[in-house]
């Protein structure tokens, strides 16, 4: 009996249980347990007796509905946002699309009218008012187009001239530059009674007794079917202030399409040269070659710039002095200036479709140094025509490198004209790259040594006999080329000689700038409104 009694428990000392507790059997127990507590805890089971087992715990049949509830109408909110959005979703892209057919009927209708608006200006010839008679409405259509032409253009878009942020991808010093020259140039309008002849733009390049002198295109006074001249026309000089002066023809050279207008001017006009330097059309050497072309507009006067880069290729034009850049420009910035990143004034551009040529700025000096001696521009004609060597296609250029190319520089002959050359030895495809012992690089810099040479030839023969006219006279200089010739497989180097008689004349090179084609509107006699168009270049 004494051994199914209750007994209290005993003491056990402190000391015992702690070595029971350190002994390698209770340890290792202790050890599996604790892992075996903690798998389970990392596996999400963790033992019912815990009083941290929240998921355990049993959950009555009310809580677990109401959850079911809750769940599905979260479902049923997910759900209904997803349909909004895309119900959303379609009636943008419907509005959409009702706009993009409303606006396509709208230009299709206004195409329509401007359409039968330009076949009723085109019907009413010049002939209708021959006769003399304004008492009803009538147009007049001068220089008439021929056929074929194709669809008129407007004259003139300085839209496609240049934004107002043209110069934001540029430092401020390119801006600085651009405003400073900005305040040298002027816009153009030329007149033959009230007849408009064109507009331009142009660079006050000096001022001196109370005259300023501009230097523009020559396409300001040309006659708009022939290369000579307007007798007498009316020049309107706009300054970057909007005040309107009055300018008188100077100079005129047709073959480098240069014309110099005198302004007289009471208070001081701000002037810029052009750069002499030659080093920067040289596409030998490696530097940048960025420019700004700019061009200004006479009403309203404002400014107009477009930005671009010197390309080594040759323009359209005849004139082979000629160098292109790539900024895009109307015809409102003809006979404007082109300038680099430096501030310096390189060129005077013209206008074409694709690019922008412009004549460099040492040839432009050279002709205003010829008008203020002789009055006139003193070029040679040795009857060659050539390009710069660097813009002949790859596959020339191969055959000439397999017979032995020159150094980088000189010209390539693609014409020869004159009875004076064709005497010679020179043929088309030879390369020059010295006249009279001087070397050149392209066809520019060989315009500026002949200048040169016929300038101070002309000096030369006035100090003897200032009456002596040199548009006719005997074999007046002598050209020795330097010519790196090519005959079949072989190639040699040989000086040619070609005697020059006679100077180039004005009128040797084509300028494409097209002449507008002017519409007037009369009604009871009067000019009621004026039109110019273009058929293209």
């Given at each position: ?17 702690d ?15 604790t ?9 999400g ?51 959409v ?19 039968e ?14 006769d ?10 001068v ?14 878009s300085?839209?496609?001239f ?18 400073e ?9 030329s ?42 026309p ?29 302004v ?5 006009l701000?002037?810029k ?26 009403e ?23 160098m ?6 109307s ?100 390369i ?17 040594i ?23 006279t ?42 507008p ?6 009604a ?14």
């Amino acid at each position: 009996m004494a051994d199914t009694e209750d007994h209290e428990p005993s003491f056990v000392p402190q000391p015992l249980l702690d070595a029971v507790d350190a002994s390698p059997q209770r340890r290792e127990t202790h050890a599996d347990s604790t892992i075996e507590s903690s798998s389970s805890y990392l596996c999400g089971q963790v033992p019912k007796s815990s009083r941290y087992n929240l998921r355990g715990r049993d959950i009555d049949l009310a809580t677990q509905s109401r959850r079911e509830e809750h769940k599905i109408e979260r479902e049923k909110c997910i759900e209904t946002k997803r349909l909004r959005k895309e119900q959303k979703m379609r009636e943008d892209r419907e509005c959409v699309d009702r706009a993009l057919r409303a606006r396509a009927i709208l230009d299709a209708q206004s195409k329509a009218w401007k359409e039968e608006q330009r076949k009723l200006r085109l019907s009413k010839q010049a002939g209708d008012n021959n006769d003399g008679d304004f008492s009803g409405n009538k147009g007049e259509i001068v220089n008439k187009p021929s056929k074929g032409s194709g669809e008129w253009l407007p004259y003139e878009s300085d839209d496609e001239f240049g934004t107002e942020f043209e110069l934001k991808h540029t430092s401020w010093e390119v801006e600085k530059f651009t405003l400073e020259l900005a305040r040298c140039m002027v816009g153009l309008e030329s007149f033959t009674g009230d007849t408009k002849i064109f507009s331009c733009s142009g660079t006050i390049v000096e001022y001196v007794d109370d005259t300023g002198y501009v230097v523009t295109s020559a396409s300001l006074v040309r006659c708009p079917d022939k290369d000579e001249q307007v007798d007498k026309p009316k020049i309107n000089v706009w300054l970057a202030s909007g005040q309107k002066l009055e300018g008188f023809v100077s100079n005129v050279d047709f073959y480098y399409n240069i014309c110099v207008i005198k302004v007289p001017c009471t208070f001081h006009l701000p002037s810029k040269s052009f750069s002499p330097n030659t080093g920067f059309f040289n596409f030998y050497e490696n530097h940048t070659r960025d420019v700004v072309a700019l061009g200004r507009s006479c009403e309203p006067c404002s400014l107009k710039v477009a930005s671009g880069k010197l390309i080594p290729r040759r323009s359209r034009f005849d004139c082979e002095e000629l160098m292109v850049s790539s900024c895009e420009i109307s015809k409102r910035g003809v006979g404007g200036p082109l300038m680099d990143f430096d501030g310096n004034v390189t060129g005077m551009n013209f206008y074409d479709k694709k690019e922008t040529p412009f004549l460099p700025s040492f040839i432009v000096l050279k002709c205003l140094q010829h008008f203020d001696i002789f009055g006139k521009v003193i070029r040679p004609l040795h009857g060659l025509r050539v390009k710069t060597l660097y813009e002949a296609n790859l596959s020339l250029l191969e055959k000439k490198v397999q017979s032995g190319i020159p150094e980088r520089c000189g010209v390539i002959v693609v014409k020869v004209e004159e009875p004076s050359a064709e005497l010679s030895e020179i043929k088309v495809g030879d390369i020059i790259t010295h006249v009279d012992g001087v070397p050149f690089s392209n066809a520019a810099e060989l315009g500026g040594i002949l200048l040169d040479m016929g300038g101070k030839l002309w000096l030369d023969r006035q100090k003897l006999n200032p009456s002596d006219d040199f548009n006719q006279t005997a074999a007046v200089m002598s050209l020795k080329f330097h010519v790196r010739t090519y005959r079949g497989d072989k190639s040699e180097v040989t000086t040619q000689k070609i005697d020059v008689n006679k100077f180039t004349p004005s009128r040797l090179n084509r300028w494409p700038l097209p002449k507008p084609i002017i519409l007037r509107q009369y009604a009871n006699g009067k000019l009621i409104d004026e039109e110019w168009y273009t058929t293209g270049v």
